[in-house]
């Protein structure tokens, strides 16, 4: 093993050991209990990751042996150790990296899946890596999902970087449908050139209790992001979103837009930070936080958290929280159609309107059949 | 001698969430096929409550009299049953629907509508060709179709997005609610001209408005004043110059006497 690697294992474990398990006493933990995560003794699990680069000649996917340059000069740059003690202990324990790099110049048409499972026997931790490196001009689609572990009571610890060269494009979608006693922590941190163009989608189906921190830095000047979100939950599920866009250089511009669909006795937390830097003029931000609850006995938080350094900037954010708008389901069935169906089509429609943002066709079609089954709304006529 | 389309005897209707208060007190109007009826009347004299009743909002109680459809008891059926008998209300304040097309909340609602009709559903292409005859016939063409239901229309928009459902499920009797209010005098004539192209004799038409300017398009059979929840005077089109000219001033000693 390489020593650097050996060396960011290290400080990945110094850190841990340093700061230990966050609690609620902890402002960014404040909803989010993970004593039940502390109190267990994981083993090891055995990541399983298939990887279809749909036969694309120009770029490397794979581990570390065949990217190990790419690897050195990114790998942990990004995942602040410092800023989550998950971060730390997934680097303490980190093993193979799912390495995507794209050259510069270089566009890779079709949609790069990455999909994660992990076994082992009994309750075992899993610590999935992924390293996504678009060269200057380049552009790429990339779908990373983390399926169904059947694992029992494990925990999957997921850590993500992303960095995008000058004028790069990435459409990014990332899909969580672990198993309901699976916990599920990730970070994804990614770190844009100038006039680079990041589209982040982030869906949360699975996993009993999940926490997802999304970092985006706009470090270029003329940089673009879309940050959205949705989450599908029901039974005693609990998703939590902390999202940090850190606006760095002047004229960039960020959109972030989470919807959560709570049932049953669902729990959602939304914290969306934005940092806005002296001297980032120009800065354009929006977010939008919404939370449909099905259920009287279903709950959302929602945090925005601005923090504006310069003057010449248009920030706006905005939060909703509530059932099914009688008016529209009145309006639906003035139009002829049945109250269930107006109630399906509404849901439905939450959902889809961060999904019809998905830019890339064949991914948005995949993971409408996706949501319309998690949502049970097959019924609807399809669209 | 045309049909009877509409017969409403003596309705009464109140606020649901406070049955204290009355909003329509007695209210009696007959609407035959082939007919256009104008609704006029000052603000808070329950027009748009009138309308919103028909359709079945719940929003309000029916608390007494009688509306008889077609030959049948309108107040006994669901809001879908009513726009599948053939019932449209274009609302005053349409409501945006995130994530859903314009173009597939038609189908889905004419669907809905055809199937009541023992007719046949309509695939998304068979669907199309119906929908571009529908735009040609009111003249306009297929940008919205693709947009979320009403979301980040403007308010001329909303309204013509309400005209377009209109055309393509065909009531039997459409009640259009305010239609005119915030439109410019263009988007006005365009309106107008979207429904008289729907006129026909085996329908009828409602039109509630405050204003009359609306009437120099949809030139009217009858003319109503609405005042303190019932029928204070019926007219020819006359009547709605009539209230150009004088206002809403003079109706209300009748109304409060009534």
């Not at chain 1, 340093?18 to 699990?45: K, L, M, N």
């Not at chain 1, 354009?284 to 959302?300: C, F, M, Y």
Request: include cysteine.
């Amino acid at each position: 093993m390489s020593s650097w690697f050996t060396e960011l294992r290290e400080r990945g474990a110094a850190r841990f050991a340093e700061v230990g398990f966050p609690t609620t006493r902890q402002e960014a933990w404040r909803f989010t209990d993970v004593r039940a995560i502390a109190g267990t003794s994981y083993g090891t699990a055995t990541s399983r990751w298939s990887v279809d680069a749909n036969g694309a000649k120009a770029l490397r996917v794979g581990d570390l042996s065949s990217a190990g340059d790419i690897a050195q000069a990114h790998l942990g740059r990004y995942a602040d150790l410092a800023a989550n003690p998950f971060t730390a202990l997934a680097t303490a324990f980190l093993d193979d990296v799912q390495v995507v790099s794209i050259p510069a110049k270089t566009d890779v048409s079709s949609p790069i899946r990455l999909s994660h499972r992990f076994e082992g026997s009994g309750t075992v931790m899993a610590t999935p890596r992924v390293l996504i490196v678009l060269g200057d001009q380049s552009r790429a689609t990339v779908i990373e999902s983390h399926e169904d572990s059947g694992a029992g009571d494990s925990l999957s610890n997921s850590v993500t970087e992303i960095v995008l060269g000058q004028g790069a494009t990435l459409d990014y979608v990332r899909v969580q449908r672990e198993g309901a006693k699976t916990s599920h922590i990730a970070t994804t941190q990614s770190h844009q050139g100038r006039d680079s163009v990041l589209r982040s989608t982030s869906i949360a189906l699975g996993a009993g209790l999940s926490r997802h921190d999304l970092g985006a830095v706009l470090a270029g000047t003329g940089a673009s992001l879309i940050l959205n979100g949705l989450s599908v939950l029901s039974g005693r599920q609990h998703v939590d979103y902390h999202t940090t866009i850190d606006h760095a250089q002047p004229h960039c511009e960020s959109h972030e837009l989470f919807n959560g669909v709570f049932d049953q006795h669902a729990r959602g937390v939304f914290n969306g930070r934005i940092i806005v830097r002296p001297g980032a003029q120009r800065t354009d931000s929006k977010q939008t936080n919404n939370n449909l609850l099905l259920s009287g006995e279903a709950r959302a938080d929602s945090q925005p958290q601005l923090e504006i350094y310069a003057d010449d900037v248009k920030c706006t954010h905005g939060a909703t929280l509530g059932p099914l708008d009688p008016t529209a389901l009145f309006y639906l069935e003035s139009r002829g159609l049945s109250p269930a169906t107006a109630r399906s089509m509404l849901t439905y429609g939450f959902a889809a309107d961060v999904l019809t943002r998905i830019a890339v066709l064949p991914v948005r079609e995949d993971l409408d059949r996706m949501i319309r089954g998690r949502l049970g709304v097959e019924t609807l006529a399809a669209a | 001698m045309s049909a009877v389309m509409l017969e409403i005897n003596g309705l009464k209707a109140t606020v649901a969430s406070d049955a204290k208060q009355e909003i329509l007190r007695g209210l009696d109007l007959t609407v035959k096929a082939g007919e256009v009826h104008a609704i006029m009347g000052p603000n808070g004299s329950g027009k748009s409550t009138l309308a919103a009743v028909l359709a079945g909002h719940p929003a309000y109680a029916v608390t007494g009299g009688t509306v008889t459809y077609r030959g049948k008891d309108l107040l006994d059926m669901n809001p879908e049953e009513r726009a599948r008998e053939g019932v449209f209300l274009a609302f005053q304040y349409p409501v945006a629907i995130r994530g859903i097309t314009n173009s597939y909340f038609l189908r889905s609602a004419l669907n809905a509508i055809r199937k009541h009709r023992g007719q046949e559903e309509l695939d998304p292409l068979d669907f199309l060709s119906v929908l571009e005859k529908k735009l040609k016939q009111i003249g306009w063409d297929d940008s919205f179709l693709n947009r979320a239901v009403n979301d980040g229309f403007s308010g001329g928009e909303k309204k013509r997005n309400e005209i377009l459902q209109m055309a393509v499920l065909e009531p039997t009797l459409a009640i259009l609610d305010e239609t005119d209010s915030g439109l410019d005098i263009d988007a006005l004539k365009t309106v107008a001209e979207a429904v008289n192209a729907l006129r026909r004799p085996d329908t009828a038409t409602v039109v509630v408005t405050h204003y009359q300017r609306l009437l120099n398009y949809i030139v009217p059979d009858r003319v109503h004043v609405l005042a303190g929840g019932r029928i204070v005077k019926s007219g020819g089109k006359e009547l709605a110059l009539e209230l150009e000219d004088k206002g809403y001033d003079w109706i209300k000693p009748e109304a409060i006497s009534a």
